[in-house]
């Protein structure tokens, strides 16, 4: 689990998550905005499998959850520095799908090889600016 801003910044994670997410909030940590390790980080298009089709979708989610931030000049300026910096969210800015078409599966190349996780997300009532993002891997059906 960890939790992130309105623009994705990573504020807090436990082992677990800096365990799975190395190249983000482990120990080989080049970015500390997931969209950035997404879309920057060539890591990210081995860690995620189908990383072509996903990435897109993951730039989509994005829209959707900065959709009551738009007015703040801070978001407009992450956007505009995103398009410059990434192809992929140059080509899928600014289109937002809803949250049905959006997947909570993702399989995700570990330790012990490609496993699928599921990732749910929660408004923090306290800190409405904050998400807490949970991750859990499928349990195996053997």
């Given amino acids: ?4 801003d309105f623009l994705w910044e990573r504020v807090c994670w436990n082992k677990a998550a800096a365990k799975l997410f190395t190249h ?5 940590t080049h970015y500390t905005n997931f969209l950035d390790y997404m879309l920057l980080d060539p890591q990210s298009r081995l860690f995620f499998q189908n990383w072509e089709q996903i ?3 993951w730039i989509h989610r ?3 959850d900065i959709r009551p931030y738009r007015s ?3 978001v407009q300026q992450f956007i505009d520095s995103h398009i410059q910096r990434s192809p992929t969210f140059a080509q899928h800015g600014e289109f937002a799908l ?3 078409n959006l997947p909570m599966g993702y399989t995700l190349h ?5 496993k699928p ?4 997300a929660f408004p923090i009532d306290s800190a409405p600016y904050w998400r807490l993002v949970v991750w859990l891997p499928e349990r195996d059906k053997s």
């Fill in 72 to 74: 703040n000049p801070k």
């Fill in 1 to 4: 689990a960890y939790v992130v």
């Fill in 62 to 64: 994005f829209f959707n």
């Fill in 55 to 57: 990435s897109p979708l």
């Fill in 98 to 100: 809803p949250h049905a």
């Fill in 110 to 114: 570990t330790a012990k090889g490609f």
């Fill in 117 to 120: 996780y599921n990732r749910m």
């Fill in 24 to 28: 983000w909030l482990g120990e080989r």
